[in-house]
Every structure is written in structure tokens, then in C-alpha cells.
T-cell receptor, first 112, second 114 residues
């Protein structure tokens, strides 16, 4: 059973388009995250939700809008895609503070 | 905000040798320090973590040490094997309104040569 799954795995799109990435976890965790991994492998937190409530927003452009319909799902919608948005986006979940974060398999976004 | 520095950025060792990766953090309120391993094209996965009330933790060939005074923590891998080849990330969890917020180091690419 996949603990944290995200779709799609690959996404190639043109500049200016709008796209969404979906994430689901079946671990019963209360907290979910989006991380961005750039071409240099640097992992940076973007957002965190706890029980559907946004608790961390790391000065991400307004073009990025997360949505959590329930605590098992956290989606990421990106408007007006730019070349610099190309990266691997990881969804993750954890039971709470100072506990292991389980990562999804990642979505490789390429903006052309 | 919290900043985590990780060294070295690349590390090449012979099979059977030991590997050491070091990290420093800036926020003295951080109290959770996990280490993640990321194989090529795969997701990061936790290999070991340590909390601030412990100075050292060991799990088979992997050990982590923490010096809270100096704000340093290190990963030690003994008897390295080719399958240890991957990118390793340290992280620190600063207090952020009571919620988890992992700040990652820049990663160390470890290559173990047979």
C-alpha cells in the first residue's frame, strides 16, 4: 500500500498554463506539506496544513494555491506557470510535531 | 529564520570505509534533527533521527551525534556499501507555532566505490 501518493508523476506544460498536482495519504496523519526540490536538489518547504488548516506559508508566490478538502488530501494548484517553476514537487505527511515526514514519490514539473 | 548548513557537498569513499556528514543549525530552539536518504529519482526517506534530549543515537551501521551547545549534528556511516550511494539530507525543526517545519541542508552526494 502506498502511504503518500501524488499524481501525476510527470508534468510537462507550456509557460502561462495552469496545472494541479494531487496528493493523498492513507496514514491517518493530521499534517501534510508541499516541498519543492530544485535542480540543485535543494528541498524547501512551501506549505503545511494541519487538519485542513493552513499553518505554514513560506512566502510562496500567490500563483501557488494549496487546497485541503480533508485531512487526507492536499492539492497544489499553480497559475500562470513560469520557467522557474520547473522542479520536483514533493507532498509529505506526518503525525505531528517532531515526527517522521513521509514523502510521496514526487511530481517532476517541466515548464517549456 | 532557521538556516541549516551541510558539509561536504560531495563525498567519495571506498567500500568498507566510514563516511561522516556534518551539519550546523542556527535556531537554538530547534529540537528535532532527522536525516533523510534520497536515491536517484526516488523520494527522500528517513534513515535516523535524534531529539535534543539525546546526544547520540545508533542504528546498526548508522549513528548520529548532536552537540546542542555548538549547534552541530553529524551522521556517521560505518562499513559503507555501494547501496549506501545516495544524496543525504540533514534537517532541523525550529519551533513554528508548535508545528513541524523541517529546514533541510543542501545535501551531500555520497558515492561508495567497490
Amino acid at each position: 500500500d502506498t502511504a503518500v501518493s501524488q499524481t501525476p508523476k510527470y508534468l510537462v506544460t507550456q509557460m502561462g498554463n495552469d496545472k494541479s498536482i494531487k496528493c493523498e495519504q492513507n496514514l491517518g496523519h493530521d499534517t501534510m506539506y508541499w516541498y519543492k526540490q530544485d535542480s540543485k536538489k535543494f528541498l524547501k518547504i512551501m506549505f503545511s496544513y494541519n487538519n485542513k488548516e493552513l499553518i505554514i506559508n513560506e512566502t510562496v508566490p500567490n500563483r501557488f494555491s494549496p487546497k485541503s478538502p480533508d485531512k487526507a488530501h492536499l492539492n497544489l494548484h499553480i497559475n500562470s506557470l513560469e520557467l522557474g517553476d520547473s522542479a520536483v514537487y514533493f507532498c509529505a505527511s506526518s503525525r505531528g510535531r517532531n515526527t517522521e515526514a513521509f514523502f510521496g514519490q514526487g511530481t517532476r514539473l517541466t515548464v517549456v | 529564520g532557521e538556516n541549516v548548513e551541510q558539509h561536504p557537498s560531495t563525498l567519495s569513499v571506498q567500500e568498507g570505509d566510514s563516511a561522516v556528514i556534518k551539519c550546523t543549525y542556527s535556531d537554538s530552539a530547534s529540537n528535532y534533527f532527522p536525516w533523510y536518504k534520497q536515491e536517484l529519482g526516488k523520494r527522500p526517506q528517513l534513515i535516523i533521527d535524534i531529539r535534543s534530549n539525546v546526544g547520540e543515537k545508533k542504528d546498526q551501521r548508522i549513528a548520529v551525534t548532536l552537540n546542542k551547545t555548538a549547534k552541530h549534528f553529524s551522521l556517521h556511516i560505518t562499513e559503507t556499501q555501494p547501496e549506501d550511494s545516495a544524496v543525504y539530507f540533514c534537517a532541523a525543526s525550529p519551533f513554528s507555532g508548535g508545528y513541524n517545519k523541517l529546514i533541510f541542508g543542501a545535501g551531500t552526494r555520497l558515492a561508495v566505490h567497490p
